[in-house]
């Protein structure tokens, strides 16, 4: 099965921009991957933030943006607030119907 | 408003059997596809289980294939997880999700612990 890979953990300063990737053991992460990101905080239930790429739901704040830079899925949070202090999982669909998450993002804001 | 509220959850033996179940409420249920999505106490996310609308396919992580079986009551509004030959790591948080296509609504979990 395939693997994704994000960054363990990352700091942004508030008001800081910072990039979160998610890259697949099989190759190039693709639009065809359909991609998406989640927000998930201490206690609480997961939230969908971002799918296919770069598709934002209603409450999804603007300054959240999913893209594919370097063959990874990449969500970028441009102006961090304190309330964006998270861990961040993305998720991809393989063939057969095979969904994978990634092994999440702890994004610090300090 | 969209709702999603697991039930079912609680501690129970290796080997013994639980039966989860998600309420859906504020939308058309038997509309859309649900899926379940499971996470261990401090760990990360894992996918398990898909049905589509209908309940005529279905989709198994392999670390649950022949052990869980996914089902809906579209007169009920309701999503079922029969989980059986119970191992402790299948002990986590189990969330049902919505799928429009495209996942948009959780709900809160239920804890399934598997310990003796």
């Known amino acids: 099965q395939a693997v994704l890979t994000q960054e363990p953990s990352l700091t942004v300063s508030p008001g800081g921009t910072v990039t979160l990737t998610c890259g697949s053991s099989t190759g190039a992460v693709t639009s065809g991957h359909y991609p998406y990101w989640f927000q998930q905080k201490p206690g609480q239930a997961p939230r969908t933030l971002i799918y296919?790429?770069?598709n934002k739901h209603s409450w999804t704040p603007a300054r959240f943006s999913g893209s594919l830079l370097g063959g990874k899925a990449a969500l970028t949070l441009s102006g961090a607030q304190p309330e964006d202090e998270a861990e961040y999982y993305c998720?991809?669909?393989?063939?057969?119907?095979?969904?994978?998450f990634g092994g999440g993002t702890k994004l610090t804001v300090l | 408003e969209v709702q999603l509220v697991e039930s079912g959850g609680a501690l129970v033996q290796p080997g013994g059997s639980l039966r989860l179940s998600c309420s859906a409420s504020g939308f058309t249920f038997s509309s859309y596809a649900m899926h379940w999505v499971r996470q261990a106490p401090g760990k990360g996310l894992e996918y398990v289980s898909a049905i589509n609308n209908n309940g005529d396919n279905t989709y198994y992580a392999d670390s649950v294939k022949g052990r869980f079986t996914i089902s809906r009551d579209n007169s009920k509004n309701t999503l079922y997880l029969q989980m059986s030959s119970l191992r402790a790591e299948d002990t986590a948080v189990y969330y049902c999700?919505?799928?429009?296509?495209?996942?948009?609504?959780w709900g809160q979990g239920t804890l399934v612990t598997v310990s003796s």
């Open positions: 999700v919505r799928r429009t296509p495209v996942f948009d609504y």
């Open positions: 998720l991809v669909s393989y063939s057969g119907g095979v969904w994978v």
């Open positions: 296919d790429t770069s």
